[in-house]
């Protein structure tokens, strides 16, 4: 898979990946492939409808387009979907693909979801023209924690995977977490829930 080259103004990212990550859910819902399902102009007037309700509290990007969205999922966001679709085709051993796996939440932080379970590797998705950044991976590690204290899902390995620039950034959960923070997985992720349980605690004041 090569870099994806887009023509469009990058100010209109967010709307594709939105796009592009709702047609991908679709396509593993219902059996079919996003090409398929593209042929549907209907759902595809639906989903630039969900991600412009997702994206309408986002001032930032409110203004970056001057509040002008577009009607319809686009061809860029069909063409992401694909890539989306390909990269998982070709990792059948990675199954079943649970799309937002929820996870509880713990003390501070509420239930939140992540964007793929494959199997036993939770994937971030990212659609952006940027390198990996500390962020991303920090957010899997959060819902890593999380799951280590509720023990909803058998999670191994995460990654980071940017089908705009092809790449995937792939670790077991105990690399990692050693990496982040020289601590093994369990004593890391009992630190941040420990955190997470006890911050109103350490943080009240009398």
């Keep these: 898979m090569n870099p994806f080259s887009s023509g469009s103004d990058n100010s209109q990212n967010d709307f594709m990946a939105e796009t592009a990550f709702e047609m991908f859910t ?3 819902e219902t059996g079919k492939d996003v090409l398929t399902l593209a042929e549907d102009q209907k759902l595809l007037t639906d989903v630039a409808g969900n991600a412009i309700s997702r994206l309408l509290g986002l001032k930032t990007y409110w203004r970056s387009i001057k509040q002008k969205f577009p009607k319809t999922a686009t061809e860029e966001s069909i063409a992401l ?3 989306m679709e390909d990269y998982f085709a070709g990792r059948p051993a990675e199954r ?3 799309i937002q796996p929820r996870f509880k939440g713990c003390g ?3 239930s939140c ?8 590797c939770l994937y971030e998705s990212k659609m952006v023209d940027r390198n990996l950044r500390s962020a991303d991976l920090r957010q899997l590690l959060i819902y890593c924690a999380l799951n280590y204290g509720s023990r ?3 999670i191994d390995r995460v990654a980071v995977l940017n089908v705009r620039r092809a790449t995937v950034y792939d670790f077991t959960v105990e690399a990692l977490a050693r990496r982040a923070a020289r601590k093994s997985a369990p004593e890391l992720f009992h630190h941040i829930t420990d955190f997470l349980c006890n911050f109103e605690t350490m943080h009240q004041t009398t």
């Design 108 to 110: 501070i932080l509420d």
């Design 152 to 154: 909803q899902y058998v």
């Design 81 to 83: 979907a694909v890539r």
């Design 96 to 98: 079943p693909l649970v």
């Design 26 to 28: 679709k396509a593993v």
């Design 113 to 120: 979801y992540g964007d793929i379970l494959a199997g036993s």
